[in-house]
């Protein structure tokens, strides 16, 4: 039986408390695993108690750039007392929106290589943000593993594509893709080995999908769309994006 996978999704966010059950069963149902990632300390703890409600759930817990100020130290060890708990680290990364001097940028970098240090030792997968920083995030990685490394939603030029091809990374698309051109070339000039699909709820999104927040059920949208980009049958589509999604899980 093939499983679909959102290798990016907040389900341990607030928004989804009130209705966690119902898409727990869902996604039951969909067959789908979710790539539950985490933002700081407090939510790394929530998304390893939701993981203990359902093995549907795969833990990331980590420290997202907008929370770089928080304490580094307690999800170190956190990783290494859950390290055969959890799935991977993340969300992790750079974003310079987040940034108003350079000890902000610095205290991101530093952040961002001590967790991936972290997943290193473990044998951990990453996900990465890398929103308006995708060259700061490649000269970083250079010194590190980039075989089980995603950059959630690629949002990068052809030329970075190719360079995020070369570095042999995972990126994923996620619902935008569905009604955006340009996300819709990039998928077309991805290797097919590295594609994965995500939905990052519960960030909300325009156009068809009338600004609702992301839910795991769009997933399967999501690979109807790509299936169509790629001239694949959507069990072809979804087949190949099982192999991806456990190679980049390492299972």
């Known amino acids: 039986m093939t499983w679909s996978f959102d290798s990016h999704i ?5 928004a989804y408390i009130p209705e966690i ?15 539950c990632v985490s933002m700081d300390v407090t939510n790394s703890l929530e998304t ?19 929370c770089a100020n928080d304490d580094l130290e307690k999800i170190t060890n956190l990783i290494e007392l859950n390290q055969n708990n959890i799935s991977g680290v993340g969300e992790i ?11 902000d940028k610095n205290r991101q970098i530093h952040v961002f290589e001590s967790l991936l240090s972290s997943a290193e030792k473990f044998h951990k997968p990453v996900s990465i943000h890398s929103r308006k920083s995708l060259d700061d995030v490649f000269e970083i990685m250079s010194s590190y593993d980039t075989k089980h490394a995603l ?29 955006a051109n340009d996300k819709q070339t990039l998928l077309s000039k991805t290797d097919e080995s590295k594609i994965l ?4 709820g519960p960030v909300r999104f ?5 600004m609702k ?8 949208s999501v690979i109807f769309c790509a299936s169509k980009i790629l001239e694949k049958t959507f069990d072809e589509m979804s087949l190949m994006l099982e192999e991806n999604t456990k190679r980049f899980l390492g299972i």
């Open 21 to 35: 059950n119902f898409i727990l069963n869902q996604m039951e149902f969909l067959k789908i695993k979710a790539c």
């Open 10 to 14: 907040h389900l341990s966010d607030p």
């Open 206 to 210: 325009s156009r068809c999908f009338e």
């Open 151 to 179: 950059l959630h939603w690629f949002d990068g030029s052809k030329k970075q594509l190719q360079k995020a091809m070369d570095m042999d990374f995972f990126v994923s698309f996620g619902p935008v893709m569905i009604y």
């Open 197 to 200: 699909v995500e939905t990052d």
């Open 93 to 103: 990364g750079l974003d310079p929106t987040y940034c108003k001097n350079n000890d």
């Open 213 to 220: 927040s992301g839910q795991i059920s769009f997933i399967p």
């Open 48 to 66: 390893l108690s939701l993981s203990k409600q359902s093995n549907l759930v795969l833990p990331f817990i980590g420290i997202h750039p907008e």
